[in-house]
């Protein structure tokens, strides 16, 4: 089993930043895969970033691409989620996932444990 806690959420104007981690515990953390989703008010869970377990190929979502930063401590067991140039349109609870496997991957579906969500609230 693997158990994982998001924090760093919270309410920050348009163009500023955020960091987002998720502590993992549990079994062996270097060889999950991990990612981060996020899921607006009325809508459904999408895929944000994702990292391989070694953390040598990060892969991000069109719509955050040059703007977010996945990394992994894997020492520490923790996942990242740097935010820079934060829009209205990324307001939603972000949650981290993790899997057993050497690839990234982007379908939630694909992911075996999830985190319970931090909320990211983003004014104009």
């Known amino acids: 089993q693997v158990q994982l806690v998001e924090s760093g959420g919270g309410l920050v104007q348009a163009g500023n930043s955020l960091r987002l981690s998720c502590a993992a515990s549990g079994r062996i953390f270097s060889t999950y895969a991990m990612g981060w989703f996020r899921q607006a008010p009325g809508k459904e869970r999408e895929f944000v970033a994702a990292i391989t377990w070694g953390g040598d190929i990060m892969y991000y979502a069109d719509s955050v691409k040059g703007r977010f930063t996945i990394s992994k401590d894997n020492a520490e067991k923790l996942l990242y989620l740097q935010m820079n140039s934060l829009r209205p349109e990324d307001t939603a609870v972000y949650y981290c996932?993790?899997?057993?496997?050497?690839?990234?991957?982007?379908?939630?579906?694909?992911?075996?444990?999830w985190g319970q969500g931090t909320r990211v609230a983003v004014s104009s």
């Open positions: 996932a993790a899997r057993s496997g050497s690839y990234y991957y982007t379908a939630a579906r694909d992911y075996e444990y």
